[in-house]
Every structure is written in structure tokens, then in C-alpha cells.
């Protein structure tokens, strides 16, 4: 089963990193990445630029609004995400604990939704 992990962090406190810890920081990333490749679970990932860099879009009574920015009330915005292929939510948890996300912000674990 598909699983999403939304990764979930402040975007200022990583922007407030040395250039060593923002080093290290994207080893771990890497590091987790390999090791979902080598488990054979990766079913892709990305990284995601800032929020202050999107575009919100809504309709209400068939009215289109576009909005700079996100719409968010709280720090941490959406980062990026890994979807994984695991046999169950166990198996997603215990991959979610080990993203790197999960030691300086959240990680969401969603089930995948197939539409097909």
C-alpha cells in the first residue's frame, strides 16, 4: 500500500542554519532517500521550494481567486514529501520516524488514495 510522508518544518529556522548544519541536514535527507531506494519502497520524492513562493487558487460561486502565498495559520509549512510502498501503516510509521523531518518538524503519514 501507497503511503505519503509530508514533511512538515519551519522554513525560518532551516534558513537560520550554518552552512554546516544545512550540510548536514541534506546528507540525512540523502542517507534516508538511499535507504528507501535500497529497500525497494521509493515511489518518489521531492523537495518543495518556499511557501512564500506559491499560489493559492479557490473558487467559490464559480468565482476564481488567486492568492500569492500560502494560506497557512501556523510555522511550519509542507517541505516535501517521500511516497513509500510499504504492506501497511506500521511499516509507513516506522519509516516516518526514521525521516529526518521527524527530528526538527512533523511528518504526516496519509495513506494514498488510488483513484485508477
Request: with cysteine; aromatic share 8%.
Amino acid at each position: 500500500m501507497e503511503y505519503m510522508l509530508l514533511i512538515h518544518a519551519d522554513p525560518v529556522a532551516f534558513a537560520a542554519l550554518s552552512e554546516t548544519e544545512s550540510a548536514a541536514a541534506m546528507a540525512a535527507y540523502t542517507a534516508y532517500a538511499e535507504a528507501l531506494s535500497k529497500a525497494g519502497i521509493d515511489r518518489g520524492s521531492n523537495r518543495l521550494k518556499p511557501g512564500d513562493m506559491s499560489t493559492t487558487v479557490r473558487v467559490r460561486n464559480g468565482k476564481t481567486e488567486v492568492l500569492d502565498g500560502p494560506f497557512v495559520e501556523t510555522r511550519e509549512q509542507l517541505g516535501g514529501y517521500f511516497i513509500l510502498d510499504v504492506p501497511d501503516l506500521d511499516a509507513a510509521l516506522s519509516w516516518a520516524a526514521r525521516c529526518p523531518g521527524a527530528s526538527h518538524g512533523t511528518v504526516e503519514v496519509r495513506p494514498v488514495w488510488d483513484m485508477k
